[in-house]
């Protein structure tokens, strides 16, 4: 029994896994970026975004790895949870397209298929060529597990007591429900689930009765990559995963209610064993996803109940930098002048989420700051890559003069940028450590840190246009920070002499404020340069 029947299934259904694997890193791999792209430009409309989560879903063959996608895209900002909510949707119905493809019957040609993807990889075609070989690999060894599968459950259809446990998944519908969540839960691919009830289908081992239940189940248990990929994520990225959860689960519900008149439904459209599991997984999919469409701002608000607080939203990449304006040079100026801008905007995001890291104590914002920091790194590049093209354009004299001070200004915000980011990281281990500041100590440390904030609002504020009482105030504070330092430094040997603070924050301490007096220095130096620069030209 086990060499004959277990141990095929097992290498079949391992077979079948690495199929589904191979199949969407191929397609992943060749394109990859095309299909982030289309995700990033989903719009709020919730119909596009289930048509553009259906689509990617079907190229990559995989609706965890959408999702995976679609987690990553809001948690970085470039999605909300109303888009994503819609590209899951669609993402749902995109994932049934392998079942689909198997019950067409040309599992049969699995070796040809493969054979065919085998050549175009390994043949001496371009990168992109090797991918798609690689995908339609994929599609191959998918068949051909089909058909080991089949073969080697084909004696499990003269067993009446398997046939008797099989049949209890359709009389008992939770329990099909459980076998397939636990299943696809342990593989995490409801495909595979799928594939599996389907080469048990055509033995006749499972009806539609049976294999519907664990179909729901299977919708369930995909979901769980989806939650693994929210951990450690903002609060946005965890509503998206729960999204998934509760859109499947409740869905499941819905139709495990109206089992019997859905069934019978299916049955009807075809007598085919297989094409009745391939289509009630499509149309359960489909008509959850019209369900939930009408009322999917009832249902973002829903999850925002079940996952309260405010969403962290963090922008990545550029935003006004394009090459295609460069054929308008003012316009392009301008897209760099509002490039900086924003970048001085994050930078100042980080700075906020400094104070309440050091001061209240929040660590939730350790991670959004390391994000930004990021973002920061990446735009400044960018803004060092765009100003060379800029200069080479026919700019007014006033323009072309500023550009270069421009690109100083982006350099000296990325450095307040890394301060931050260092200052971040030393707090968040001392807090880790449970190394506390004395209140005197912590006392100056905000009076340091609130004239540092007061002179970068100052120049975030007027950035490419700082008045001469602006620039007085800017210099009269930077000359108070200076002596803050120095003040601090003493401070803090008078209390380790008198035992009010210990050494391992000692420690900390000294580098956090010389790394706030630097942002200070980094702050006037674009001062200097902004008010400079106004009076020269």
Known sequence: MFLEVILPLIGGIALFIYGIHITSDGIQKALAQKLKNILEKTTSNPIMGALLGFIVTAIIQSSSATTVIVVSLVNSGLMNLLQAVGVIFGANIGTTITAQIIALKITKYGFLIFTIGFLLQFLPFKKRVKYFGQFIMGFGLIFIAIEIMT?????????????ELFLTFGKIPIFGLLVGLIFTMIQQSSSVTVGIIEALGMEGLLNINSAFSMILGANIGTTITAVIASVGTNIAAKRTALAHVLFNLIGATIFLLILNPYINFIKMLTPNTVNQIANSHTLFNVINTLIFLPFINQFVKLIQKIIPGE????????????????????????????????????????????????????????KDIAQREETINYVNKEISKYVPLITSLNLPEKELKMVPQILIISSQLERIGDLIDNTSQLEFQRLEDRIPYSQYAMEELLDMFNYVYKNYSIIKENLFSISPENFEVIRNNEKIIDEYEDEMREHHIERLEKGICSTEAGVIYLDVISNLERMGDHIIKIANIVYQSKNMI
Do not use: H
């Open 151 to 163: 073969s080697s459950v084909s004696p499990l259809k003269d067993d009446p007591k398997i046939k």
């Open 311 to 366: 969403e962290v939203i963090i922008e990545t990449g550029v935003k006004y930098l394009n090459k295609s304006i460069l054929k308008s040079p003012i316009v392009a100026y301008d897209a760099l002048i509002k490039e900086v801008t924003r970048l001085a905007s994050i930078v100042e995001n980080n700075l906020l989420c400094l104070k309440e890291l050091i001061f209240n104590n929040n660590k939730s914002v350790f």
